[in-house]
């Protein structure tokens, strides 16, 4: 038999020595926990298609926080599901100031200052239309969103936002909230921009954790063509000049090959977006038993970072964080 000079397999022959040459490594800090809130005191819903996640009032919210603050877990983007009698064209709900979304924020920054508080700047939680733009004629109109998007984010930094994630996907937004945000003095907010964000079938659950689908159409005259990778290349070019501080790929499992792609040829850091879809999916066969749930999310997520995501938002958050705690 010929001699083999090159043996892969003897860094793989114990425990100690994969570790030592084991490449990436998921981490605590790698993680953004997405949270929803709702109105009231003292409740909590599950999410039928998301086994584990909840709609939560902010008493509660300030619970589930402690909680996961406790495991490590410090970063949190949070959504809010608004009553359709709050919607309206306009999502003028988004801008009021004593809101349940700002005043949560508050209460969160209140109880815990060290807490990292990523919010979400769109129309869709408060339009009546379900859209992530204004509507006119059944036309999602850009620039006359741009304006609406922009009080939104002053709205949610004076609460006390650090991070925030317009996922709207209109032309022009990270320029207006940059130079919007900066003209009010709030320089030290960042913009985590949905930069490359698919019109994806993955979407499904979350949309009804917010009742926010669109109540027409579709999002694709908006959203990317699942199809395309050179568009995410313009379209992080511009966010990346516009003032954005992350740039995020979403979803991220079918997207990895964008993940990539926004890593190796930009130097910020690139976020990526493990959606409610790609959650239930593995929920849904680890209950069947056709999985080992547990596996194959450490699995998925480790892919992400793999890929070159610096950051990963993820509803396995909390429980990733219980595994590696123990």
């Not at 926080?65 to 970063?75: A, D, F, V, Y």
């Not at 949905?194 to 659950?205: E, I, V, W």
Request: with cysteine; glycine share 6%; proline share 4%.
């Amino acid at each position: 038999m010929a001699q083999i000079t090159h043996r892969p397999r003897r860094n793989r022959k114990n425990a100690a020595i994969r570790n030592a040459v084991q490449e990436n490594w998921l981490t605590v800090n790698d993680l953004i926990f997405p949270m929803f809130l709702t109105e009231g005191k003292n409740k909590k819903s599950e999410i039928n298609s998301m086994p584990g996640i909840y709609r939560l009032s902010t008493d509660l919210l300030l619970k589930e926080i402690e909680s996961c603050m406790k495991l490590g877990l410090t970063t949190f983007c949070l959504f809010p599901s608004i009553s359709d009698k709050l919607k309206d064209k306009k999502a003028t709900e988004g801008l009021n100031r004593k809101g349940l979304y700002p005043s949560a924020i508050r209460e969160i920054k209140k109880r815990f200052p060290e807490a990292v508080i990523m919010t979400d700047v769109a129309m869709d939680p408060y339009s009546s239309d379900g859209h992530d733009g204004f509507v006119k004629d059944g036309k999602i109109l850009n620039d006359e969103t741009l304006d609406i998007l922009a009080k939104m984010a002053i709205v949610q930094a004076e609460a006390g936002a650090d991070i925030i994630g317009p996922s709207d996907m209109m032309d022009g937004r990270v320029g207006i909230i940059r130079d919007s945000l900066d003209e009010e003095g709030f320089t030290d907010v960042s913009i985590m921009s949905y930069t490359a964000k698919y019109a994806s079938g993955f979407y499904g659950p979350f949309r009804d954790a917010l009742d926010s689908a669109p109540k027409f159409g579709d999002k694709k005259t908006y959203q990317m063509n699942p199809a395309n990778t050179k568009e995410a290349l313009l379209e992080a070019d511009l966010d990346m000049n516009e003032g954005a501080d992350f740039l995020m790929v979403k979803p991220a499992l079918s997207y990895l090959d964008v993940i990539k792609s926004l890593n190796d040829n930009f130097n910020l850091p690139i976020a990526a977006y493990n959606v409610s879809g790609e959650y239930a999916m593995v929920k849904a066969a680890a209950q069947k038993k056709w999985i080992d749930g547990d596996k194959v999310r450490d699995e998925i997520l480790l892919s992400i970072k793999r890929a070159g995501a610096s950051v990963i938002l993820t509803y396995f958050a909390k429980e990733v964080a219980q595994s590696l705690k123990k």
